[in-house]
């Protein structure tokens, strides 16, 4: 076994945290759904995705490095949002709250002298600098554009995306 029991613990608490991320960018992606805005929607169910393989990169690890894995109760994800903004800064919220939850896992591999779990969780240190960019960014198009300007957010979103990884290295490429 090559993790020790806090560590298992906590990669556990972590991989409910992602589950619940993820939740939480279904219910967001629903009320864009709700609110015709399909673009944003997509980008959110998209961000669902990619915190649910966050949480099984986690279970890989966890199982790989021989020890349990044990899924804890989650909340429930909010929903019945005030405005697109109030939406999309939940999900700026969450980002930095899972940047502060992955920096004290950081912390505990640090303490542990645990090299495996420091090498996993750099790769979410530097995957939650983008997220959490990439979210801000959106906040800020959003308060520009306020409620009348969100098709041109959506059209924005759709030709340059740069809120997306993905589109950002097709458009450089
Ligand atoms: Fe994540
Ligand atoms: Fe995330």
Redesign the pocket.
């Known amino acids: 076994m090559l993790i020790s029991s806090p560590m298992n613990d906590a990669l556990n608490e972590q991989i409910g945290n ?1 589950f619940a ?1 993820s939740l939480q960018y279904v219910s967001v992606a629903a009320y864009f759904d709700n609110e015709s805005l399909p673009v944003l929607a997509r980008h959110f169910y998209k961000q669902a995705e ?2 649910r393989e ?1 949480a099984m990169r986690f279970v890989k690890y966890v199982v790989d490095a021989g020890g349990q894995v044990q899924i804890p109760a989650m909340p429930a994800a909010r929903s019945g949002f005030e405005s697109v903004a109030d939406a999309v800064q939940l999900a700026l919220d969450s980002e930095l709250k ?1 940047t502060r939850q992955i920096n004290g896992l950081m912390d505990l591999a640090i303490s542990e002298r645990d090299h495996l779990a420091t090498s996993i969780l750099q790769w ?1 240190v530097n ?2 600098l983008e ?1 959490v960019s990439s979210m801000e960014t959106l906040l800020k198009m959003v308060q520009r554009a306020g409620e009348s300007g969100l098709l041109f957010v959506e059209s924005y979103l759709q030709q340059k995306g740069p809120v997306s990884p993905d589109a950002v290295e097709i458009a450089t490429s």
């Open positions: 992602e991320a990619e915190e966050h899972v979410f995957e939650q997220e």
